[in-house]
């Protein structure tokens, strides 16, 4: 992944590019590139064979400034507004995972012009009544000793896999890939901390200004974003689909790399959605 930097107002945004083919731009989750570990995962190197990926780093992560002028998540939203302006994209093609996701819904509502297709994969951003999002911030704290299997149990749909242990280790890991993480955390409790947690109540209310097509794709298992978030965002977009990938939980981009390239890589060349919403199993 080519690294590069942008100058937004006062802000750098560390960009990472890779790939050929149309654009997209790629807007991280709490886990993932710029968060867990500098480089992409599979997923990003399957979808990178297929489009030339814009990936930027939130305010404060990676080696993208500007933190301190982050307090909602309306002001990410205008940040990444004005990244497009500063990248010339008139319009743009937008893939958003976990916060990332809620970052691309919250552009989409208030320039509905800017965004031509969005893909949303297990995206924050809405709480349905009696579906509570799981406590992110609680099982990120390393206990007993380093144990993390309650945020492997949140974010994964089994905990005891491979990935999982791999993405979330017990114990310490190195120092750049912790700095990593405690710098998204950071960036995520300053717009998901306080109530409402990780979520913005106005959103739904707000989701019919959407005019793009939008695919939405979901772990069947997510215990952080219930899969009744990913009903609430597709009954309140007026162009969306929903596939849900059964054999993940939080990180199908993560759990299943190739089943989740494929559920998004037609549309976005396309712009044609699914005919009819589906679940997917694990290969």
Known sequence: MKRTTVQVGNKSVEIGQAGNGPPVLYLHGVWDVHTLQGDMFPFHEALAEKFSLTIPAHPGCGDSTGITDISEIEDLAFHYLDL?????????????????????????????????????????????????????????????????????????????????????????????????????????????????????????????????????????????????????????????????????GHSPILEQPDECVASIADFLETGNLPAGDAVISAS
């Open 84 to 248: 497009l302006d500063a990248l010339d994209i008139k319009q743009a093609t937008v893939v958003g995972f976990c916060l990332g996701g809620w970052i691309a819904a919250e552009m989409a509502v208030r320039n509905p012009e800017r965004i031509g297709r969005l893909a949303l994969i297990d995206a924050a951003g809405i709480q349905v009544k009696g579906e509570l999002v799981g406590d992110l911030f609680m099982y990120a704290q390393h206990r007993d000793g380093g144990v993390m299997q309650e945020l492997r149990e949140l974010l994964f749909k089994d905990a005891d896999s491979t990935v999982a242990h791999e993405t979330i280790p017990d114990g310490r890991t190195n120092v750049p890939d912790e700095v990593r993480r405690y710098k998204s955390l950071t960036l995520t409790g300053r717009v998901g901390w306080e109530p409402p947690y990780l979520h913005n109540r106005k959103l739904p209310g707000r989701l019919h200004r959407l005019s793009c097509p939008t695919a939405i794709v979901w772990g069947g298992h997510d215990r952080l974003i219930p899969l009744a978030s990913a009903r609430a965002y597709a009954e309140n977009i007026p162009q969306s689909s929903l596939q849900v990938l059964d054999g993940s």
